[in-house]
């Protein structure tokens, strides 16, 4: 049986060159990059050329301003509660919105558990958007950090970014946003978007599980999370992960390789996929923004169905998907981000995402169109959800 995997926002497949740019790293070149000799020295220059290819991708101004971490989950983690321990004395307002991953959700709330911040969560319009007036008017005098992501993991939508950012920078705020589902699939410019901190992570572009980085503009103060040896300028104790950061490095000069091309292919399969799942289910809900939205990204939500249920009924044909996040996956409560878009919990239930990847062919779609109108009609006609409408 043909296995189809639809799933890349959850996790990517390593880019053959990634891996092999990586597997010296692991034998011949183990040197700690901290140590004087040479073999401590050859993996601190592998370690600077992958800082050089990630701040090319992200038009940093400097290598020195990328960060290397454990990944998205690390680097969200460290421009929240950094920035916040930085300038606490400034004060202690942060402003969010109510469909940000997980990661930054629950460290602001984190912060305000322990009753040192004040988190201010902004809505979203039916299809996801922060209306950047909202986080005009949320500003305070003691406003610290703004912090939205570029685009949501679990419906697609593209956050207009560089208006917040301006907004943030007229008024001496920090801006972060959380840009793991969009660094290596579309292009972005720290500058031009007035980011002032952004977090990303390998497996999400074709690099390896547990490495990503935090860009941080030169003048930002940030606490570090980690103490120790003083890595990272200091702002990131530990030694690095040279292999992980090796192939972060050639993750990123692949997906400025490929990153057009593939945005072109995909969108087409995506939009393929939802028109035909739209005309062969009825009562199918797209989700998010129809137009302002990554080009991978195909999410559903089908009425008077569990999402599990399709999920597992979808496995069993050999095709893998996702319902919401995967981080949060295996949670029995509604998504968070659907709530917030306002689909009702008893719909929420019912939700797909497909997301495609640089190894994904337009066979693959016309599989799912096969497999996936039998299965809905099939789990409905056991539904006492269905039979009462």
Same mark, same amino acid.
């Given at each position: 049986m043909e296995r189809i995997y639809l799933d890349h926002a959850g996790t990517t497949p390593a880019h053959p060159k990634v891996i092999a740019a990586m597997k010296p790293f692991f034998r011949e070149k183990f040197g700690n990059p901290a140590s004087m000799h040479s073999f401590g020295q050859e993996a601190a220059q592998a370690a600077s050329e992958a800082r050089e290819s990630v701040?090319? +991708?992200?038009?940093?101004a400097a290598p020195e301003e990328i960060v290397f971490t454990s990944g998205g989950t690390e680097s969200d983690n460290t421009a929240v509660m950094g920035t916040f321990f930085a300038k606490?004395?400034?004060?202690?307002?942060?402003?969010?919105s109510a469909i940000e991953h997980h990661?930054? +959700?629950?460290?602001?709330?984190?912060l305000e558990k322990q009753g040192l911040a004040q988190v201010t969560c902004l809505p979203v319009d039916s299809t996801g958007l922060v209306d950047p007036e909202d986080v005009k008017k949320a500003i305070t005098d &003691?406003?610290?950090l703004v912090t939205i992501m570029h685009a949501n993991n679990e419906i697609g939508t593209i956050e207009p970014i560089a208006e917040i950012g301006a907004i943030c920078r007229q008024r001496g705020i920090a801006f972060h946003t959380d840009a793991v589902q969009t660094v290596g699939h579309m292009p972005i410019s720290v500058q031009k978007m007035n980011i002032d901190m952004l977090s990303l992570s390998a497996h &999400?572009?074709?690099?390896?599980?547990?490495?990503?980085?935090?860009?941080?503009r030169k003048g930002t103060r940030i606490s570090p999370l980690l103490h120790?040896?003083?890595?990272?300028?200091?702002?990131?104790?530990s030694t690095l992960?040279?292999?992980?950061i090796v192939g972060l490095g050639e993750a990123a000069r692949q997906a400025q390789l490929e990153m057009e091309s593939e945005a072109r292919r995909q969108t087409e399969m995506r939009d393929s996929l939802l028109n035909g799942l739209s005309a062969a289910i009825p009562e199918l809900i797209r989700t998010g923004h129809p137009a302002q939205r990554l080009p991978n990204n195909a999410s559903i939500c089908i009425r008077y169905v569990e999402g599990e249920s399709m999920l597992l009924n979808l496995d069993l044909q050999g095709i893998a998907a996702s319902s919401g996040s995967a981080c949060?996956?295996?949670?029995?409560?509604?998504?968070?981000?659907? +709530?917030?878009?306002?689909?009702?919990?008893?719909?929420?239930?019912?939700?797909?995402?497909?997301?495609?990847?640089?190894?994904?062919?337009?066979?693959?779609?016309?599989?799912?169109?096969?497999?996936?109108?039998?299965?809905?009609?099939?789990?409905?006609?056991?539904?006492?959800?269905?039979?009462?409408?």
């Open positions: 701040a090319k +991708l992200l038009e940093a606490q004395k400034k004060g202690n307002h942060i402003i969010t990661a930054v +959700l629950h460290t602001c709330h984190f &003691k406003t610290i &999400k572009f074709y690099g390896p599980k547990g490495v990503g980085a935090l860009y941080v120790g040896g003083g890595q990272e300028g200091g702002r990131r104790s992960n040279v292999s992980g949060t996956s295996g949670s029995l409560e509604a998504s968070h981000v659907l +709530l917030a878009i306002g689909i009702p919990h008893e719909v929420a239930h019912g939700s797909l995402r497909f997301t495609f990847g640089r190894d994904n062919k337009p066979s693959e779609v016309q599989r799912v169109l096969e497999v996936l109108p039998p299965i809905v009609e099939r789990l409905r006609a056991m539904s006492p959800l269905a039979q009462r409408k």
